[in-house]
């Protein structure tokens, strides 16, 4: 089964205990290729600290800590302006 994440949420079929290696509904290679693949998947898109791909968790949130941080930078200044008539 090839993975929908991002796009979609996958359903992954859980092995049951009586399942052997080769079973036909839950191959046991299949199950560690799709399962690899999601865990990749997910580190695509949460990204690594510092991450600079733009479409990752990790530069988003950073670029939002960012922008939260100039705009409070930023509106102290104008408080500061109108109070001290700058």
Do not use: C, R, W
């Not at 949130?61 to 001290?84: P, S």
């Amino acid at each position: 089964m090839a993975i929908n994440y991002p796009t979609s949420l996958d359903n992954f079929t859980n092995p049951q205990p009586s399942d052997t290696l080769d079973s036909v509904a839950a191959p046991h290679a299949t199950q560690h290729s799709d399962l690899n693949d999601a865990v990749e998947a997910l580190q695509a898109k949460v990204g690594a600290d510092s991450s600079a791909v733009t479409t990752s968790h990790d530069y988003k949130i950073a670029a939002l800590e960012t922008d939260v941080a100039n705009a409070a930078t930023t509106g102290k200044a104008i408080a500061m302006a109108m109070v001290f008539g700058g």
